[in-house]
């Protein structure tokens, strides 16, 4: 299945884009999208232990499910203001 | 067309706008308190050109909103709005605007506090600080809204 993942601010210029479409093998968890994701591009790795992540734009959790054509979002510690 | 209470723009902000929707005009409210973020100078002995904001827009508009509802909760009788611009930003222009209104100033300050104290920590914006030699990004707080430690931490700085 395919998902979007969208990255913000050092993730999305680490990444070098701030949107991809991924390919996941389904039933996959958020978890299992950053794991892919980290596999290559291992540069984002280090965020694992601060960032949030947000599924179809609501906060979630990495152990939650997503589904074909679901928005991922990683985000790195925020510092609005 | 009236300002929304909330709102995540690329345009100049505007506190006369956001304060004419915010407070009652009639006078049901004794108390309107405005907290003004600008571009600082320096950060942290950096000598600051500019700063460049970006946003998870709709995750973004979603926590304001959420700040709006939780200061319901907090000061039932507050009224609340919040807009924080995005893009590029120069030194002294604002950043956020807050502006709460109440019949007493005791609750239209603690509501002002608490939201700039809880944007900082849920709200999906990141400062991109271009400095004399170099550029970084600031990163702060990592966002959970669930994080009742961090809320509470919120309403204690305001009511202090």
């Known amino acids: 299945m395919r998902v979007t993942v969208r990255l913000f601010a050092r993730l999305r210029d680490l990444a070098g884009a701030g949107e991809m479409v991924r390919e996941v093998p389904a039933p996959a968890t958020i978890e299992q999208v950053w794991r892919s994701l980290v596999k290559d591009m291992p540069a984002l790795g280090d965020y694992e232990r601060t960032m949030s992540v947000a599924l179809n734009t609501d906060y979630s959790r990495m152990t939650a499910a997503v589904k074909d054509g679901d928005?991922?979002?990683?985000l790195p510690p925020v510092s609005g203001g | 067309m009236p300002a929304?209470?909330?709102a995540v723009t690329r345009d100049p902000?505007?506190?006369?706008?956001?304060?004419?929707?915010?407070?009652?005009?009639?006078?049901?409210?004794?108390?309107?308190?405005?907290?003004?973020?600008?571009?600082?100078?320096?950060n942290l002995g950096r000598k600051v050109a500019f700063l460049e904001y970006e946003a998870y827009e709709a995750l973004a508009v979603k926590g304001l909103?959420?700040?709006?509802d939780e200061v319901k909760t907090n000061w039932p009788s507050a009224k609340l709005g919040v807009h924080h611009r995005i893009g590029r930003l120069a030194l002294g222009e604002a950043s956020i605007i807050?502006?709460?209104a109440s019949p007493h100033r005791g609750d239209a300050f603690s509501a002002c506090r608490y939201t700039i104290e809880r944007v900082k920590q849920i709200v999906p914006i990141w400062k991109h600080e271009h400095f004399d030699g170099g550029d970084v990004w600031l990163e702060g707080a990592t966002a959970d809204p669930d994080d009742e430690t961090a809320r509470q931490t919120a309403y204690r700085i305001a009511c202090a």
């Open chain 2, 13 to 42: 902000l505007s506190l006369d706008a956001l304060t004419a929707v915010v407070a009652d005009g009639a006078g049901a409210d004794g108390a309107v308190t405005s907290f003004t973020g600008l571009v600082r100078q320096s």
């Open chain 2, 65 to 68: 909103q959420r700040i709006v």
């Open chain 2, 98 to 100: 807050i502006v709460a």
């Open chain 2, 4 to 6: 929304p209470l909330v």
């Open chain 1, 71 to 74: 928005e991922v979002a990683f």
